[in-house]
């Protein structure tokens, strides 16, 4: 209780129970398989004896809702904009960790149907001289779009190839990214004082 309390940032009021135990997980049957849980991993020394063993507390992300409804009652205002929604903060730590494929792209070029049908293995393709200094920095986006971060210049780092930021991110890019991640505001700060 005191380790979901701690990873949830809120302490737990109501009592944790064993109802059954199971050997291993290829005995248990938790829903569907499109269902996101939550595994608590514990390491166990049981006794003066040294005994050891683990424990895995499994979570359905759809129960954090209901273990924080048994934290406090929501008065009208935070269930109006939650502040603290434990989903958020989850979704927030999830995605300040998530990884981001970032495409370089040196020089994009228009072939006719015919010219790619007649592409052979050793063939040269001519690229622009600029084409180095001016490589685009881009994430791919649902439907197909595709967001520009910056431009960089290619350039060789104790022997390996890499791109130098010649142009800072896009500060579009840079603002949702940090509202994204920004905190939730306490229920002590005042809403007029968040928004100076």
Request: proline share 5%; net charge positive; aromatic share 2%.
């Amino acid at each position: 209780a005191q380790a979901i309390g701690a990873s949830l940032g809120r302490p737990l009021t109501k009592a944790l129970h064993i109802r059954d135990q199971r050997q291993n997980l290829s005995q248990m049957r938790l829903g569907p398989d499109y269902i996101d849980v939550l595994v608590f991993d514990v390491s166990l020394r049981l006794g003066e004896g040294g005994r050891e063993g683990g424990l895995s507390l499994i979570l359905p992300l759809s129960a954090l809702d209901v273990i924080r409804a048994s934290i406090r009652e929501l008065d009208a205002r935070a269930a109006k904009d939650r502040p603290n929604d434990l989903w958020k903060s989850l979704m927030r730590r999830t995605a300040a960790a998530a990884p981001v494929a970032v495409d370089a792209v040196l020089h994009r070029q228009a072939l006719s149907v015919s010219a790619l049908r007649d592409l052979r293995v050793g063939q040269m393709i001519e690229i622009p001289r600029q084409a180095t200094d001016e490589i685009q920095l881009s994430i791919r986006q649902p439907g197909g779009r595709v967001a520009l971060l910056a431009t960089g210049q290619l350039g060789a780092f104790q022997d390996r190839k890499v791109v130098k930021l010649v142009t800072s991110l896009d500060g579009r890019v840079t603002t949702h990214v940090e509202r994204a991640l920004r905190p939730a505001r306490t229920e002590t700060e005042n809403p007029a004082q968040s928004a100076s």
